[in-house]
């Protein structure tokens, strides 16, 4: 069985296999992933710190030079490279070129280096004073990342952290780890140093260790909830920098005014799309008034027609779930439905495929909050309809809720839509835009429990996060100028 090798100093670097890697269309298992351990990762942090001393010092156009020629790579190699996501995480080839065109944005607005790591100069602040503000790479990133998008959120974080003259540290979710070893070998392609970006593979144990690592200054994770806030806790106890990235509940509120048609069309394509795996899925559409029945029997219509079925077979329109434990969990919440009165408007369970983790797109009406399919992120083709008198109450629910990713809003009321994004408690909002993640040169983060720490991830918060500002005080004075005066340097 092959085992996917670490990526270390610049080549793959054998160990033994530990954890089985599924084949989510079969079931199959069709490879292994090893686990990093002290001595593995102790080589590993003592390489980054080495590369890390000529890397942050390279010039500006060096790095442009090597993002510019990663991002050539990334599209020559698109095919291929979607062909592994497909393989190991499910979602159609179409959906893995997405996810790859997404994160190469990241790259793209990572090339801009020169204007982002730009500094400020004030001249003559005071008599013969000027100041100017550098901004210097914090060190070496270790970046921890989730299943769902195997290179879209390695390319958030890896993008701008290298850019910034870092090192990094990537350590994959060990479900789809073996895209992050192409793209270690395209970023040494593109002519980056050997041990500046470097994978290495594991789970839990893998991710304390670094934690605790010494060699570790900065940690960019995203992931679900509960590890979120556990990794944001232990690595700022550890005294690290870190942004930690959790779960989410979106909800697509839609008001009496809103074109059904434009709604249904969003519901489906961002709750169903990726089999609802996606961090800004949409998974609680709130119907406002009387929009109820009509946009259920809407969304209940297009859903009997998307074909669900591997991820490499172009005519599906959605992939299996990402392991058995999950299938069984997402079916969970849709077959204990009618006991918390819950209507099942969609049954995906009644599909029973000969293998692999296929889910139908389920619908369920009547949900309410206090129930575990509204109050838990289900992460899978689940749509839930809560039912709402009118605007307030709508705004009242997306509010009470603990995570704060993604919202929507659909509507021809452009005020209405004005004081939703004013009024609501969510980073990302979309208005007509089911899934509004932001492009490259505005950030990404969600609020209350969907992020831990305050920096939001790429963009310009991005080159924030992993930079350190320092400010230079500047004065050359003449022998004449010169004179005891124990007083507070004062400016005026
Ligand atoms: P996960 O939290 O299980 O795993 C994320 C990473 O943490 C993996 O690399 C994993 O190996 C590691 N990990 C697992 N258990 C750990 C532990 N106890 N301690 C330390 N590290 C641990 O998440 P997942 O199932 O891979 O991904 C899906 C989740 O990620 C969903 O909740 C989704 O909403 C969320 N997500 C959020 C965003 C966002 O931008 N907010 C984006 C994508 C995914």
Redesign the pocket.
């Known amino acids: 069985m092959q085992s996917i090798p670490h990526f270390i100093n610049g080549v793959r670097v054998d160990a033994p296999g530990e954890l089985p890697i599924h084949n989510p269309a079969t079931g199959q298992v069709i490879a292994q992933v090893p686990v990093a351990r002290a001595d593995v990762i102790a080589r590993a942090l003592d390489v980054s710190r080495e590369a890390l001393t000529t890397w942050r010092a390279s010039s500006l156009s060096r790095r442009t030079q090597v993002l510019f020629a990663l991002r050539q790579l990334l599209v020559q190699h698109e095919d291929e490279l979607a062909a592994i996501i497909t393989r190991e995480h499910g979602k159609t080839l179409a959906d893995a070129k997405g996810e790859l065109a997404r994160g190469l944005e990241n790259v793209e607005y990572a090339c801009g280096l020169s204007e982002h790591l730009k500094g400020d100069f004030s001249d003559q602040v005071a008599d013969g004073v000027d100041v100017h503000s550098v901004r210097e790479p914090v060190g070496v990133v270790l970046a921890?990342?989730?299943?769902?998008?195997p290179i879209m959120?390695p390319l958030w974080m890896c993008a701008n952290a290298l850019a910034s003259g870092n090192a990094v540290i990537l350590?994959?979710?060990?479900?789809d780890p073996s895209v992050s070893v192409r793209l270690g070998e395209l970023l040494r392609e593109a002519g980056l140093p050997d041990g500046v970006f470097q994978v290495l593979h594991g789970?839990?144990t893998t991710?304390?260790a670094l934690l605790e690592h010494p060699g570790v200054d900065a940690v960019s994770?995203?992931?679900?909830?509960p590890?979120?806030r556990?990794?944001h806790a232990r690595a700022t106890a550890a005294g690290k920098r870190v942004q930690a990235?959790?779960?989410?509940k979106n909800h697509m509120v839609v008001l009496p005014d809103a074109d059904l048609d434009v709604a249904a069309d969003a519901a489906i394509n961002a709750g169903y799309g990726s089999a609802g795996e996606r961090?800004m899925a949409i998974s609680v559409v709130v119907a406002v008034g009387d929009v109820a029945d009509a946009l259920v029997a809407k969304i209940a219509e297009r859903a009997d027609r998307l074909r669900v079925g591997a991820g490499d077979d172009p005519t599906s329109d959605f992939g299996p779930l990402i392991s058995a434990e999950h299938l069984a969990r997402v079916r969970g919440y849709v077959t204990s439905a009618p006991r918390d009165a819950i209507t099942v408007v969609r049954d995906g369970t009644t599909i029973e495929p000969s293998e692999g983790y296929f889910l139908g797109p389920c619908l369920l009406d009547h949900v309410q909050p206090g129930t575990p399919a509204y109050d838990d992120?289900i992460?899978g083709p689940v749509l839930s309809v809560v039912r709402v008198d009118n605007f307030d109450e709508a705004l009242r629910l997306v509010n009470a809720n603990p995570y704060g990713?993604g919202v929507a809003i659909f509507t021809r009321d452009g005020n209405a839509a004005r004081l939703f994004a004013k009024r609501v408690t969510v980073g990302m909002i979309g208005v007509n835009v089911p899934i509004p993640v932001p492009v490259s040169a505005y950030s990404?983060g969600?609020w209350k429990s969907?992020l831990f720490g305050h920096a939001h991830?790429y963009g310009p918060e991005g080159f924030a996060f992993y930079t350190r500002a320092k400010v230079i005080t500047t004065r050359w004075p003449q022998p004449s100028e010169t004179q005891i005066d124990l007083g507070f340097p004062r400016t005026r």
């Open positions: 921890i990342t989730p299943f769902n998008f959120v350590k994959p979710s060990e479900k789970n839990a991710v304390e994770f995203v992931g679900s909830t590890i979120a556990s990794v990235l959790g779960g989410a961090c992120e992460f990713n990404f969600g969907s991830i």
